[in-house]
């Protein structure tokens, strides 16, 4: 199992940027994940990266204006959001998978993180 603890919540304007960060601890992985949930609606993915190669996914949402990156050495994967709009309010949830490809559907995941709020106001 790999632990994960999220943070970076915050409550912005339409338009700011945020900085979301995941850091991880426990045994080995290959794929990191970030994914959104907000209210009343199914958890979507939002991007992810190989942990060795750095190939990154995004979904169509959010490419230009998201950013996925990590630190091996401090074996922490970051979000940067920019131009953020009042629909990308949600529950952000890093997760990461044994496998090496970049999967889109969270049941491929096999640890998550608690969740952190950001909140878009327009």
């Known amino acids: 199992q790999v632990q994960l603890v999220e943070s970076g919540r915050g409550l912005v304007q339409a338009g700011d940027s945020l900085r979301l960060s995941c850091a991880a601890s426990?045994?080995?992985?290959?794929?990191a994940g970030w994914f959104s949930q907000a209210p009343g609606k199914e958890r979507k993915f939002v991007a992810g990266?190989?942990?060795?190669?750095?190939?990154?996914t995004y979904a169509d949402s959010v490419k230009g204006r998201f950013t996925i990156s990590r630190d091996n050495a401090k074996n922490t994967v970051y979000l940067e959001m920019n131009s953020l709009k009042p629909e990308d309010t949600a529950v952000y949830y890093c997760?990461?998978?044994?496998?090496?490809?970049?999967?889109?559907?969270?049941?491929?995941?096999?640890?998550w993180g608690q969740g952190t709020q950001v909140t878009v106001s327009s």
């Open positions: 997760a990461v998978r044994s496998g090496i490809v970049v999967h889109t559907t969270p049941r491929e995941y096999d640890s």
């Open positions: 426990g045994r080995t992985f290959y794929t």
């Open positions: 990266i190989n942990w060795y190669g750095g190939t990154t």
